[in-house]
Every structure is written in C-alpha cells, then in structure tokens.
C-alpha cells in the first residue's frame, strides 16, 4: 500500500505558474504509473497527466498539453506538476493517484485505473 500526500497548491493570477509535488510513502515508488486529476466546483473529476513506470509515456488532457509538464523523482519517492500559463479554467481540487497493476511503460488515463489517492490540493487562477 501507499499513501500519497500532495502539496503546492494555492492562489495565483492568470498566466502564473504553480508546481505541484506528490509525496509517496514507502520503498516500492518506482513500481507504480502515477496520474494527477483534478475537480472543478459542480464538475467531474477530470485526468489531467500521467507517466508510466518507465517514465517514457506521459499523456496529457488537451487542455493543458504545452502547458503543463509531469516528471517523477524516484529517488526523492515524488512525482511533479508543472503548471505554466494557468488559466482560470485550471481551477480546482488537484489529485495525485498511483496504478500498481499497468504494465511498465502504461501510463493510465482512467481514474477506475488507479488504485490509490491522495487527499488533493486546492489551485486557485484568477483572472
């Protein structure tokens, strides 16, 4: 099992840039795909970004490629979420979630996929 603890969030205007980490517990980081999500007010949650085991697939929602950029650290147990150009339209609860049954170069794009969440962290974008 692992717990996932996200941190970064907070209030920034339009066109400002936020990064987002998400600290796993345990020794077994490298094993899992990981995926940030995110839920807007009165909205479903959404996928935002996802990188394999391997860290050589990294889809992103087409609403935030070019945009935002996902990476992990195996070593520091933490994966990242760079977010330049933020629109208000980026508002909401950001999730951090872990896959440990994708094969290594899988990265999921399906909240169903993954196994384990984390509790979120509030983005803010004003105009």
């Known amino acids: 099992q692992v717990q996932l603890v996200e941190s970064g969030g907070g209030l920034v205007q339009a066109g400002g840039s936020l990064r987002l980490s998400c600290a796993a517990s345990?020794?077994?980081?490298?094993?899992?795909?990981m995926g940030w999500f995110r839920q807007a007010p009165g909205k479903e949650r959404e996928f935002v970004s996802a990188?394999?085991?391997?860290?050589?697939?990294?889809p992103y929602a087409d609403s935030v490629k070019g945009r935002f950029t996902i990476s992990r650290d195996n070593a520091r147990n933490t994966v990242y979420l760079q977010m330049n150009s933020l629109k208000p339209g980026d508002t909401g609860v950001y999730y951090c979630?872990?896959?440990?049954?994708?094969?290594?170069?899988?990265?999921?794009?399906?909240?169903?996929?993954?196994?384990?969440w984390g509790q979120g962290t509030q983005v803010t974008v004003s105009p």
């Open positions: 979630a872990a896959d440990q049954r994708g094969s290594y170069n899988y990265a999921p794009v399906r909240a169903d996929e993954y196994d384990y």
């Open positions: 990188v394999s085991r391997s860290g050589g697939r990294t």
């Open positions: 345990g020794r077994t980081f490298s094993s899992y795909a």
